[in-house]
């Protein structure tokens, strides 16, 4: 209770009710439909797609999509206006209960304008990471709807199959069988993550690749970070480009509002930080202390999820506790409504 009336105390009372009240989407049950969608770069190949379906068919989900998903136009799935066109064709179809992104890549912020986000009117499970991470802020800022960041189809298989790991802690938490406690656990390693600044906070778990974020400020998908508990990932960015990134957040006052930051896996390898440390330049870890460690909120290192296998998931918008000293997140809600049985 202690820790409760600490963060309520946090809040303006006006803003109570933001913390309190969030529309979810109902949680997935077997014999639902998931429908694909690729918002960002195509699939590999018909090949692999059909594949990567197959595996998914397994979890006992039904799968639906459109043509769109096999387009292919250089670096994108298809044109601006059929991705956008399908992203919103699949929010507004009622017998899909997901809506799952089958890659990342590059060209969700191309659609962004294309879509009308008025006309999203009720939450789906929205599941996807990287550059899914545009769709994500602006289903958040415009919509009010949380989204899950967790594996994209066609990137976690492992020999044709689905990443276990991965996807046992993502279907747990969309069906709603993992509603509170620890997102950190078996069989991901709990003593993994670092403790960069101790303490405890409390916030909306909001967030996803530092890159894309970065994108989007000054456009009017840029979500209102303020209170929240930030996660952060990124794939390819040296420790001096990592350095850019957080200063201009820090420069635009974004970081200074955030209750704690959850820093994922940046893909920052041991030969890395070798050959960083052998001619003198900073190592991404004296990065993130050096950019975030005056803020004076709890910032928490290494955690598994990211351009990784196995990857935790993360829901986008529940309310959530970084306790850096316990080297964990604990959700404090669910992000998907229970269903009703209708025996009930």
């Not at 018909?46 to 096999?70: E, H, M, P, Q």
């Not at 250089?74 to 206006?81: F, I, K, N, T």
Request: hydrophobic share 40%; proline share 6%.
């Amino acid at each position: 209770m202690a820790g409760l009336r600490k963060f309520f105390g946090w809040l303006h009372p006006n803003s109570l009710t933001y913390y309190l009240c969030m529309k979810k989407p109902a949680a997935l049950q077997p014999g639902d439909t998931i429908r694909l969608i690729a918002p960002s770069s195509p699939p590999k190949d018909r090949a692999s797609l059909g594949k990567a379906i197959a595996a998914v068919k397994t979890l006992g989900f039904r799968i639906k999509y459109s043509d769109t998903i096999f387009a292919h136009d250089g670096y994108l799935a298809g044109s601006d206006e059929e991705r956008a066109k399908d992203f919103q064709a699949a929010f507004n179809d009622s017998k899909a209960k997901a809506v799952l992104c089958v890659r990342g890549g590059f060209g969700a912020t191309r659609i962004l304008s294309l879509v009308d986000w008025d006309e999203i009117r009720e939450p789906k499970i929205f599941l996807g990471f990287s550059d899914i991470t545009a769709l994500s802020c602006a289903l958040w800022e415009k919509c009010e709807f949380p989204s899950f960041s967790g594996p994209v189809l066609t990137s976690d298989l492992v020999n044709e199959k689905l990443e276990a790991k991965s996807w046992n802690h993502t279907i747990s938490l969309l069906t709603g069988e993992k509603t509170t406690g620890v997102l950190v656990e078996e069989p991901f390693n709990p003593v993994q993550p670092i403790s960069l600044v101790p303490g405890e906070s409390f916030g909306r778990l909001m967030g996803g690749n530092l890159s894309m974020i970065c994108s989007l400020l000054g456009t009017p998908w840029f979500p209102n970070f303020g209170k929240s508990i930030l996660f952060l990932e990124d794939i390819g960015e040296s420790p001096y480009r990592v350095d850019r990134h957080l200063t201009q957040l820090l420069d635009a006052g974004v970081l200074q509002t955030v209750s704690g930051i959850a820093l994922g896996d940046f893909r920052y390898s041991d030969a890395q930080r070798k050959n960083d440390r052998r001619r003198g330049l900073q190592t991404m870890e004296s990065v993130f202390l050096d950019r975030l460690g005056g803020l004076g909120v709890p910032v928490l290192m290494n955690l598994p999820f990211g351009h990784i296998k196995p990857k935790i998931t993360l829901p986008f918008g529940v309310v959530t506790i970084l306790d850096s000293e316990r080297h964990n997140l604990i959700l404090q809600e669910s992000g998907v409504e229970p269903v009703e049985d209708e025996d009930d």
